[in-house]
């Protein structure tokens, strides 16, 4: 792995060469030799935009989050606890899919200084909480929270690949991430919105500082300093060899794992390298295009993934988040899971059964569908903790605005929703009002395509085995 100096996009960018420099593909090779050729780094384009599409998209967010500090998504400097206190809508666009259950906290970590020692306060019992530690591969390594290590107070450690230290006293435990950067999601149940105060009062026991601080010894010498290049755009990172520009400079701070030495190898062969940056604007029209070739074979395989595998139900997100070990390096799942809702919790921690279509197997569409469905509030959803159903519009994946600011329906709001004569809980998904005496259970969706999920969060065990299944999503008459 290239060391993280100190990094200047445009010396890096003068250093390249090879691909580079725009070289054609080889104007004394023989044209089955040239089509060999493209065919070859058309392949590894595919390969790599499978693989390293989830590091790209994290880095879009984390340089939003916690590096462009004039941008309007930012929320702290990189090490230090940024609380948002109010659950999100429609006008937080950064992350796709986000809940609207938990107010978030977030710190960006910056690992190659020293670890940090994340504090928790004490949570009263009954109120969810979690951490999730997430490394620049997007695996969730490691969790801290209710179903993790309980409701109370304790100070854990975060140490990036190179710390050789041992546990100090006063911390529970060392949590080890293999990247140099990683992203620390917490999540604070919200009950109802007069209960903001209390998630307030939690979020201010959230405490994070260098173990240098935390055991009052001196600071070691600082990182270098870096210089974030700024991310291309959702729509470019699927489309432009900007993408594989980023994807080199992410690899620097993340050390080669054994099991895909071959596969790094492989990439360096289209100018993919840790700590190198691959100028797309400088790449000869035919060799850009192989490589923009290969994208589009990338998002091909993730649209035939999608149809036949996680519409259809052979392949749910719960196999799609968790750790290294867990994923196996199947590659194209953590894709699509990236692309669908990154940052999705471990299955262990969260499920999220999903609707894409209707009980008859057609996609979901607000301007001419109205849907319900019909549960039994007792026992339909096996968490313990707190279920919820949420909207998301398409194709960005966001929340969608509404006459009553309504995203979702949860477990908290039960009380208020409305009964059928036989007890159960009929909920209307629809774009117009389903009338004054059906607006309590009425979930609001937009005048176009959109897909709804359902959260449960600290799943039992019938829905981790799934022997539970989700109530139907079926659409009116």
């Given at each position: ?134 490394d620049q591969y997007t695996f969730n390594f490691a969790y801290v929270g209710s179903r993790a290590t309980g409701n109370e107070a304790g100070s854990f450690l975060l140490a990036g690949p190179g710390w050789t230290g041992r546990r100090p006293p006063g911390v529970k435990r060392v949590i080890r991430c293999e990247t140099q950067f990683a992203f620390v999601l917490y999540r604070t149940q919200l009950f109802e919105p007069s209960d903001i105060e209390k998630v307030k009062a ?276």
């Open positions: 792995m290239a060391s993280p100096l100190s990094i200047s996009r445009r010396a890096l960018l003068a250093s390249l060469a090879g691909i580079g420099a725009g070289a054609a593909l080889g104007p004394a090779a023989s044209p089955s030799a040239e089509a060999a050729e493209a065919g070859a780094l058309r392949a590894i384009a595919k390969e790599a935009t499978i693989w390293g599409f989830p590091l790209v998209d994290n880095y879009r967010i984390q340089y939003s989050y916690f590096a462009d500090r004039g941008g309007p998504e930012f929320k702290a400097p990189w090490n230090v606890i940024a609380n948002t206190a109010r659950v999100y809508t429609p006008e937080d666009k950064a992350i796709q899919t986000p809940n609207s259950d938990t107010p978030y906290s977030y710190i960006g970590a910056d690992l190659r200084a020293e670890p940090l020692v994340i504090s928790v306060p004490a949570v009263e019992a009954g109120r969810y909480y979690s951490l999730q530690f997430i939690i979020q201010a026991g959230y405490k994070v500082q260098p173990l240098s601080q935390f055991l009052g010894e001196p600071a070691p010498a600082a990182a270098p300093a870096i210089d974030f290049p700024r991310p291309p755009p959702p729509e470019k990172q699927r489309n432009s060899a900007e993408f594989f520009q980023i994807l080199g400079f992410i690899l620097q701070f993340c050390p080669i794992h054994p099991s895909e030495r071959a596969l790094r190898q492989r990439f360096a062969r289209i100018g993919i390298e840790p700590g190198k940056v691959l100028d797309a604007a400088s790449l000869a029209p035919e060799r850009r295009k192989v490589l923009e070739d290969g994208m589009a074979d990338a998002w091909k395989a993730f649209a035939a993934f999608k149809a036949g595998e996680l519409d259809t139900g052979r392949r749910t997100a719960a196999e799609g988040f968790g750790t290294r070990s867990f994923l196996k390096n199947d590659y194209m799942i953590r894709m699509a899971s990236a692309a669908l809702g990154i940052y999705g919790n471990s299955k262990e921690e969260a499920l999220y059964p999903f609707y894409y279509n209707d009980s008859a197997g057609k996609a979901l569409n607000g301007r001419d569908g109205r849907y319900t469905l019909r549960f039994d509030p007792k026992r339909s959803f096996p968490v313990n903790a707190f279920w919820s159903l949420t909207v998301y519009e398409l194709p960005q994946s966001l929340l969608s605005a509404n006459v009553l600011n309504r995203y979702l329906i949860n477990s908290p709001m039960l009380p208020s929703l409305k009964r059928d004569p036989d007890g159960l809980v009929t909920l209307h998904l629809q774009h117009d009002s389903p009338g004054p005496e059906r607006e309590a259970n009425w979930l609001p969706v937009p005048a176009g395509p959109f897909w709804t999920t359902l959260r449960l969060y600290w799943p039992k065990p019938e829905a981790l085995d799934r022997r539970w299944k989700q109530p139907p999503l079926v659409r009116a008459a």
